[in-house]
């Protein structure tokens, strides 16, 4: 069983950044890759990028690459989410996810947050 809780959500205005966080607890944090969602009212929730178990693998969804980077630190069973150049669009609420392997896939991840809100003015 793996709990997960992400912080670091908020408002900020357009352009700007936001780090997310995402604690994992239990063992063998590094054996998962962990992957970032995001769903915005209405929408289905959309692949925003992951990031291998030892963090030297990752990929991004086109309408977030170049802007936002997925790091991890095993040792505090922590992967982040750096989001910088803010639009709008990017409002959603954004969840952390673990899978078994990197995958784009939302049926493939196994453990899910709670979702922090993320909502970016105009």
């Known amino acids: 069983q793996v709990q997960l809780v992400e912080s670091g959500g908020g408002l900020v205005q357009a352009g700007g950044s936001l780090r997310l966080s995402c604690a994992a607890s239990?063992?063998?944090?590094?054996?998962?890759?962990m992957g970032w969602f995001r769903q915005a009212p209405g929408k289905e929730r959309e692949f925003v990028g992951h990031?291998?178990?030892?963090?030297?693998?990752?990929r991004y969804a086109d309408s977030v690459k170049g802007r936002f980077t997925i790091s991890r630190d095993n040792a505090k069973n922590t992967v982040y989410l750096q989001m910088n150049s803010l639009k709008p669009a990017d409002t959603a609420i954004y969840y952390c996810?673990?899978?078994?392997?990197?995958?784009?896939?939302?049926?493939?991840?196994?453990?899910w947050g709670q979702g922090t809100q993320v909502t970016v003015s105009s």
């Open positions: 996810a673990t899978s078994r392997w990197v995958t784009t896939q939302r049926d493939e991840y196994d453990y």
């Open positions: 239990g063992r063998s944090f590094s054996s998962y890759a």
């Open positions: 990031i291998s178990g030892s963090g030297g693998y990752t």
